[in-house]
């Protein structure tokens, strides 16, 4: 993969004639999935980037159909802290209320599952919100999708709080504890939706039967928990079997 980023300070002769507004664009080419920490942080939240654009490379057996997304407006940020860790949330505008939940949660999550499996080892942890959907993982920091802080202005009892802490857990569940993510990927994904389970039953008991029943038992999940992504013919399958499936198994299990 590579990065072009070319960037003048206010005042620099460069700068001149240069618009208010820019459009970057990153690249990936032959990788499973690209994040570059630093420079997303420099440019989504310290130079409020205004649009952010995705676009597959033309042409070639890797080429991909271009997309391009965007939402308008300066990047927000709030911090606090876990002990020692400082714990970071970059938000769209419009999305303070759900930010401030879901920077809540990943704080608690974090003290949570520090005390349960072992501390965390390192310095901070930066949630951002995405604009692709879902949520996704990696060490030191995790991608919470648009789709999670919109719903949760109108219904807080959606997926916001169990994403977070869901996406937290991975840094313990294969980020300290390493494993095959296509062949064995119970081994970090169900151990994370049952980390969900955990941060219900001990900071809000009276909302863990809520959690089981919204987020594994009305999907009635079935299939074989340690089965590989490529046994599965979609997603929802695969979810159900091995991040649903799986926590029943270790709930099972505990008991």
């Not at 206010?10 to 507004?21: F, H, K, N, T, Y």
């Not at 990788?31 to 310290?46: G, P």
């Not at 938000?91 to 974090?110: R, S």
């Not at 599952?113 to 951002?128: D, E, G, K, N, T």
């Amino acid at each position: 993969h590579a990065v072009r980023v070319a960037h003048a300070e206010p005042g620099d002769p460069a700068a001149q004639g240069v618009p208010a507004r820019a459009v970057y664009f990153l690249y990936a080419i032959r990788v499973y999935d690209f994040v570059c920490f630093h420079v997303a942080q420099a440019l989504f939240v310290s130079y409020g980037l205004d649009r952010l654009e995705a676009r597959g490379v033309p042409g070639g057996e890797n080429g991909r159909h271009g997309r391009e997304e965007h939402r308008e407006g300066r990047a927000q940020q709030l911090t606090t802290r876990a002990g020692e860790i400082d714990v970071t949330i970059s938000y769209f505008p419009g999305h303070q209320n759900a930010a401030e939940k879901a920077l809540e949660v990943t704080q608690k999550a974090l003290t949570l599952y520090s005390m349960l499996y072992s501390p965390y080892p390192y310095a901070s942890l930066h949630v951002v919100e995405s604009l692709f959907p879902d949520g996704m993982e990696y060490q030191g920091l995790f991608f919470l999708g648009q789709e999670y802080f919109a719903a949760h202005l109108e219904n807080p009892d959606g997926y916001l709080i169990p994403i977070a802490v869901h996406e937290t857990a991975h840094q313990w569940w294969y980020g300290l504890v390493g494993n095959d993510p296509a062949l064995e990927p119970w081994l970090d994904e169900a151990l994370c939706t049952y980390s969900e389970a955990l941060f219900f039953e001990h900071y809000f008991p009276e909302k863990l039967s809520w959690w089981w029943d919204f987020r594994v038992r009305s999907f009635e999940p079935s299939g074989w928990v340690d089965s590989t992504i490529y046994e599965h013919a979609g997603f929802r399958s695969y979810v159900d079997a091995v991040y649903l499936r799986g926590a029943i198994w270790l709930q099972a299990l505990r008991q």
